[in-house]
């Protein structure tokens, strides 16, 4: 194809024609959808042509968005999608980088996981060719610009046929699924968060929080999203992370988990052995959680401003396996919100062997006004009950239900095209778990059970019959089991919930109860 003649408007117009009015037309009316955009963009064209002075067009309505970008300068033609943080003028209520670093954010994060559409674009030559790199852009800046595209080469005017017609199935397959995967990500990124700022709300204003709630529901997961959110401002990914946020992290936030070997000395301090020249001594040393105070307290001394010190998380996984009185000791005064700082100093149990060291300036222990504690706990473990109410009066309680983090299984390449056929089985066991008396939705399945599935599958169609069974006999069944041990019924209701697990039986929420639907209505 000859395009020595040809403007960038005459380009445009060819391409928009020769994309086809069934794909504009699916294309913004898919953008309408994703951006909850009051109106489509124009019918029949994808690019939009606006000033003679440019060498690029992009999609319509684009410019605070993804979007699909397009240049024509010197002999080559680049294309692909696109991220803009140069200042839009009709638009400037937020900075350009405000509106775009979702986007980005998705798009790193689709990458960090290895999507499948992502991987098979960069096997055919997409890369970044426009902007700084892959760590620029995970600090994107304003008036920067990424393109992750390829660019097309133009020996002495001609536009390869083979070239032109792959452009165009890239735009309408590849780049048109990758598109709408980085808005949908976006919208689940989005509410994610909505569903953290309730919870960093709740922390912030009670300092000590835990999560409760049905095994497998990502509660340990949502712990470090919402530190993430109280140090970062965001949410936090250790493969798409800038180094900066990954220092901010490993200084502002740490994590234990509780076990019944675990005590005051892991925790607060005590003495440890060491060996100078073949004799041993013992020495005074910080437990985990007192140097993490010190740390805090650090860095809260050295603001003039104490509201605005930075925000220091600690998370106790499984906080319900450990004997809480052996591990806090004295802690039990000063851990209350209302006695953060040094109004709820105390002297600790190795005290007397504090010498030259100090807490600040005091010669007692307290936990500084910048520390928030986040516990996770399982309301149906056993242990549970040797959780007392001196503790649990000191912390804000919060339940993490099974259907509340279903979106990890959209985040599983292996799992998220059978997304739907999980959610039934999921949602239907869950359901039929509720009609057993005894239990309740704390004794419901999360989805991190189902993400097990990855290690079963045998198809890239479908999810045969055996990798069902296997799941069910090799995670379900012994969890379920326990819950069912001792009851009258157990194995009547466990081959009711079998049965609701491989979708024989169903059932649905009814007067806010939940009920087998009969056969005839299934």
């Not at 994107?140 to 660019?151: C, M, P, Q, S």
């Not at 004997?323 to 000791?329: A, E, P, T, Y």
Request: proline fraction near 2%.
């Amino acid at each position: 194809m000859d395009i020595s003649n040809f403007s960038l408007k005459q380009l445009v117009d060819k391409i928009n024609n020769d994309l086809g009015h069934t794909f504009c037309d699916q294309f913004r009316y898919e953008r309408k959808k994703l951006s909850n955009s009051g109106r489509a963009s124009s019918a029949d064209i994808l690019f939009k042509f606006v000033d003679e002075n440019r060498d690029w067009v992009i999609n319509e309505g684009g410019g605070v968005e993804l979007q699909y970008h397009l240049y024509y300068r010197q002999n080559t033609i680049g294309y692909g999608l696109g991220f803009n943080a140069q200042y839009v003028p009709f638009a400037n209520e937020k900075s350009p980088v405000e509106y775009i670093k979702p986007f980005v954010d998705a798009f790193l994060l689709l990458k960090a996981h290895k999507n499948g559409t992502i991987q098979s674009l960069e096997s055919c030559g997409f890369s970044l060719i426009e902007g700084n790199g892959w760590d620029g852009l995970k600090k994107i800046e304003n008036d920067d610009y990424y393109l992750f595209g390829k660019v097309i080469q133009i020996q002495n005017g001609i536009l390869s046929d083979i070239d032109y017609n792959q452009m165009l199935d890239y735009i309408k397959k590849e780049l048109f699924d990758l598109y709408i995967k980085i808005w949908k990500q976006v919208k689940k990124m989005k509410k994610e968060y909505k569903n953290v700022e309730t919870t960093v709300s709740l922390l912030t204003f009670n300092k000590n929080l835990i999560l409760t709630g049905a095994p497998g529901t990502g509660k340990t997961y949502l712990a470090k999203q919402i530190a993430a959110q109280m140090i970062l401002g965001k949410a936090y990914d250790e493969k798409t992370a800038s180094e900066e946020e990954k220092e901010k992290m490993k200084e502002q936030y740490d994590f234990v988990q509780f076990h019944p070997s675990f005590d005051y000395t892991d925790f607060m301090e005590g003495l440890r052995p060491i060996d100078n020249n073949g004799n041993i001594s013992f020495r005074r040393e910080d437990g985990i959680f007192m140097k993490f105070c010190r740390k805090a307290l650090n860095a809260y001394n050295k603001e003039e401003k104490k509201d605005e010190a930075p925000k220091y998380v600690f998370v106790i996984d499984e906080i319900n396996r450990g004997d809480l009185s052996k591990i806090f000791g004295e802690l039990f005064f000063s851990i209350d919100p209302g006695y953060r700082g040094e109004k709820g100093k105390v002297k600790t149990q190795y005290s007397n062997l504090w010498k030259t060291e100090k807490f600040g300036d005091s010669d007692s222990f307290f936990i500084p006004e910048n520390v928030h504690i986040i516990g996770t706990m399982n309301d149906i473990d056993r242990s549970v009950e040797s959780m007392d109410f001196a503790m649990r009066r000191r912390f804000a309680f919060k339940e993490v239900q099974a259907e509340d983090r279903m979106e990890m299984i959209e985040e599983s390449a292996k799992l998220s095209p059978f997304y739907t056929e999980i959610k039934e089985r999921m949602t239907n066991l869950n359901l039929a778990i509720l009609t057993i008396q005894g239990l309740s939705t704390a004794y419901q399945i999360g989805a991190a059970y189902f993400l097990k599935l990855e290690n079963y599958i045998t198809s890239d169609e479908k999810i045969g019959d055996d990798s069902w069974k296997s799941l069910w006999d090799n995670h379900l069944y012994g969890l379920l089991f326990e819950y069912l041990r001792g009851l009258p019924n157990a194995e009547e209701d466990l081959d009711t919930l079998y049965r609701a697990y491989t979708l024989e039986d169903k059932y649905r929420m009814e007067n806010k109860k939940a009920i087998k639907i009969p056969s005839q209505d299934a």
